[in-house]
């Protein structure tokens, strides 16, 4: 008779930096994940899929690279149009790794596993779109499998907890009882884990906390090296890696001792501003993106008036009055119409933090004026120049820390759903105004939406158990390796799509 391989638990938090968590594990904040450091190995998620926060999970959780799923951002350029439409990792039809143990006799218990789908005939439970990062709430509906379990998970733990990560001109009160509500979201979160993990024996549970995530961007400004005078507020973010990390050990302690651990985050934190109007600020002032000129007989509709009558500052100001759908319309509207697209050679696609450059290439795009071949790839490495020239006034060194050719960076050909150029901004603790260029000078407005933090491109993984050695810090390890590992050690097949190799634990 085979002995059947120790059950493998994956314990996810969003958001939690890589840096953060080996501090405050070393200083004894996080004894659970201290304990797998100890006990196992740990290292840096890193390699070629950290180029933006969106997409980044889903390569980890499914094995397949963002060049294949070609989901960067909340917000995507529909292909062969100059439409934009909200995004998110189920329109990519991807699934996670687990999809491969449809069949098996293994049973899973998966509850609000990042960037993941309810799976068809799987044994065991999957919960989804429960107590998951307040932004992807806004387009994901909580299910499951199966569907009365949604229904149960309701009647005995109550509705959904809403949390927010960012509130314009938000007080202390505000932000005080929100870090309460954060505290008591972890704690409700834990005990549901606890509960459908007990109801069976399970050879996968995957389990996802995102408060590290959204409360780290609720409280970032509170942290001791920005806020001078302490206060109620300045640890509160080692406060939620700490509940988390206490729910983790609570888990831990019903689950079998045998059982192979993993824990990890795909990406963390780091000072940030929104860098909107510098992109597109780019594209149009040096040439590359050109706009219509203001029509003498303007059609009377109600949002092209706005757009060309109200100032942008005023704009900015008033759009957080306005419902998500409506700010999506008014963005969408100014981009497809207001740019001459028989003029323009490149153009930015609208996003807060890492920028996206997409090339008006011809036989890919509607209108495309530049030619496949030597034209383009002299046009990336002229905008590459440009963007190596932005100096920051305030700190007089460069504004951009990574540039990436995704014809290069992926090896393909130009891609038919990513942008042609990555930017990734130089981090900064004071917002981007003015850049300066040696031919122009770059402004920006602050938005409504004025957030202080974004992400890091890196993450973290910790692990221990029956099969994992004690080998300490192994380094860097790409995110795509994740995926192919973790069907190793429940012992079954690596499919031929998954190109990662199995690390050695």
Known sequence: MTTPNPPLILLSMDGGDDRLI???????????????????????????????????SLSLISGIPRSDHGYYYCRQLVPKTYTLKPFSFPDTGISPFWSYLRDSNKKVAVIDAPDSVIVSDLKGIQLANWAIHETALTVLSPCANPPELLQETRKFFGKQIPVSEFKPNTSFADDWQMYQTFLQRIEKKGQLCRELCRRDRFDLIAI????SHTA???????????????????????????????????????LPQNANIVMFSAFGMEDSYPTTGLISSFCQELGYQTLHPAPANLALNPLSLARRFIPQSWRNAMSHHFSLSLQERLLTDSFSNSTNWEKTRAFAIPSLYTSFIRVNLQGREPLGIVRPGKEYKDLLTQIETDLQHLIDPVTNKPAIKQIVRTVDWFSCEPPEILPDIFIEWQPARHYLERLTHPQIQLSQSKSSYHRNSYHSMNGFVAAAGNSIAPRGNIGEISLLDLAPTFLDLMGENIPEILRGKVIGF
């Open 208 to 211: 996802g906390f995102y408060e």
């Open 22 to 56: 080996q501090s405050w594990a070393e200083a004894g904040y996080l004894p659970s994940i201290a304990n797998l450091m100890e006990k196992g190995c740990w290292g840096k998620l890193a390699g070629s899929e950290h180029l933006a926060e969106h997409g980044t």
């Open 216 to 254: 780290a961007h609720r409280f970032w400004q509170y942290r001791q090296e920005i806020h001078a005078e302490e206060n109620q507020l300045t640890n509160a973010i080692r406060d939620i890696y700490q509940a988390i990390d206490s729910q983790i050990e609570l888990l831990l302690q019903e």
